[in-house]
């Protein structure tokens, strides 16, 4: 069976848990032909792979959303025939949209996206959706807004896409997109493995973000909850870590029927026996941060949480393990703000192999806005160490458990609270005896339902159903 994975802004450029989880994927069935499809912002990226490509991957395919420059020569019409146009003005009015029209008018190629997007159809279309829903804006910051909105859904679609047994998306969004064209195009299959629920994180973002303003929030919104709509109707499968992000799916529209749990996993054995502490850490506290270092993580309120604790327990010794180049000016910000509270024992390691630090942790912590289900809190169970985590994604039902009854495996506190998290510090290093035992809580845990081995039996069924579905016919 040949499978293309589909996947957005992380494998193979970036290290993190989406990406570790594909990676594994990949070489757990060397048996199984892989192509790669990633989706990334320019052509800047294109090769700086951090992960060397496993060897059942096939090939590579880039897709670079902002590949497309306007060319301000010779600007000409291109013009629409009817059922293009109704086409392209149901997928603007958010009205049901006739995808197949759409994937046929930008595969059979000689489509000039700049024509089209400054062409007449498009105008006359957007003028329409700014009269009926946002006559009180400014008419030309509107038609440049959805130019800009559309441009890269389009120049997804013109992308010549490998033909495949099965699309496997590692989301929805713009990897939906394609998945679902794929599948129309080559009659593949289509499978969605969401670790965050992809229009629910966009929608954080958006209303987080300073770039965008206002009513043109709700639009971009509105432009990523049709794009996973398509992708939730036209998967065949689309799986969850956890129950209740299965249930935000069938909130957002997708059939109940369709949906599956399948829990991230861990190997459990590559993580025992780790080296313990050295005279490095005599008299100290280590608490472990494994993570990239990015606004989505929330390092600065982890710092200055760090700094309250710090001063009520002087032991304290904060590790930051991971990446500090995915946003360089976030993490010189992070640098900065340990050199202004005048903290003492923050570390910031770089990238590491964690088998050489967990086993010197007393516990870890995770301060992040948003997550899925965390492989770091999986890692550190496996390593009998307990965790700090926000109340965020599946964190909680890590910590307490969802179906079992060993007891709390750490602390929970609610988003950028500095108070609670400095507190949470300061409890695990003052209680030992509540904190070995929550290490152990959670090594039951991990051993109970989050081993590797549990997720590949899952894949291997579900990879084995869809070739028997398909006629491939290859061992899995």
């Not at 060397?52 to 010779?74: C, F, I, S, T």
């Not at 946002?134 to 008419?139: A, E, K, T, V």
């Not at 997708?254 to 590559?270: F, I, R, S, Y």
């Not at 988003?415 to 949470?424: G, H, K, L, P, T």
């Amino acid at each position: 069976m040949k499978v293309c994975i589909v996947v957005e802004g992380c494998y193979p450029y970036v290290a993190g848990g989406v990406s570790s989880w594909i990676h594994g994927l990949i070489q757990s069935f060397p048996k199984v032909e892989f192509t790669l499809l990633t989706i990334i912002s320019t052509r800047d990226q294109s090769g700086k792979f951090i992960y060397q490509m496993p060897e059942n991957v096939a090939e590579v395919h880039e897709l670079y959303l902002q590949d497309v420059d306007w060319n301000r020569k010779g600007w000409h019409r291109h013009r629409l025939n009817k059922r293009e146009y109704t086409a392209m003005r149901s997928l603007v009015m958010n009205r049901e949209v006739d995808w197949e029209t759409l994937f046929r008018l930008f595969q059979k190629g000689g489509v000039s996206l700049d024509k089209l997007l400054m062409g007449e159809d498009f105008l006359h279309i957007v003028r329409e959706y700014y009269d009926l829903q946002y006559s009180q804006l400014n008419f030309s910051d509107f038609l440049w807004t959805m130019r800009s909105v559309y441009l890269p859904l389009l120049f997804a679609l013109k992308m010549e896409l490998p033909r495949a047994d099965l699309y496997h998306c590692v989301a929805t969004g713009y990897a939906g997109v394609l998945g679902s064209m794929g599948k129309s195009l080559y009659g593949g299959k289509l499978l969605i493995s969401e670790h965050g629920i992809y229009t629910r994180e966009r929608e954080e973002e958006l209303l987080r973000a300073e770039w965008v303003k206002g009513a043109y929030k709700n639009i971009w919104i509105d432009q990523f909850r049709k794009m996973s709509t398509l992708a939730y109707e036209r998967a065949d499968l689309i799986t969850s870590l956890y129950e209740h992000a299965r249930e935000l799916q069938v909130d957002l529209g997708c059939p109940a029927e369709k949906t599956m749990v399948t829990p991230n996993g861990v190997a459990v054995d590559h993580l025992q026996a780790l080296p313990g502490k050295t005279e490095e850490d005599a008299g100290k506290f280590n608490i472990g941060a494994i993570l990239r270092v990015t606004p989505i993580k929330d390092v600065k309120t982890m710092i200055q949480a760090f700094g309250f604790a710090k001063e009520r327990e002087p032991r304290l010794k904060l590790w930051i393990m991971g990446p500090c180049d995915e946003d360089e000016a976030y993490a010189k910000e992070c640098f900065e703000q340990v050199e202004a509270l005048g903290l003492t024992d923050v570390v910031f390691t770089g990238r590491i192999d964690i088998r050489d630090y967990l086993g010197r942790m007393d516990v870890t912590i995770l301060t992040s806005i948003s997550e899925g289900q965390p492989l770091t809190i999986l890692e550190s169970y496996a390593a009998h160490v307990p965790v700090i985590a926000t109340d965020v994604g599946n964190c909680s039902g890590l910590i307490y458990g969802e179906k079992d009854d060993f007891g709390p495996a750490g602390i929970l506190t609610h988003i950028m609270n500095v108070e609670e998290i400095a507190q949470a510090m300061v409890d695990m290093a003052r209680n030992e005896a509540m904190r070995l035992r929550m290490g152990e809580s959670g090594y039951k845990r991990v051993m109970s339902a989050y081993r590797i081995e549990h997720m590949r039996a899952t894949y291997r069924k579900i990879y084995g159903e869809f070739a028997d579905s398909c006629g491939a016919g290859y061992e899995i």
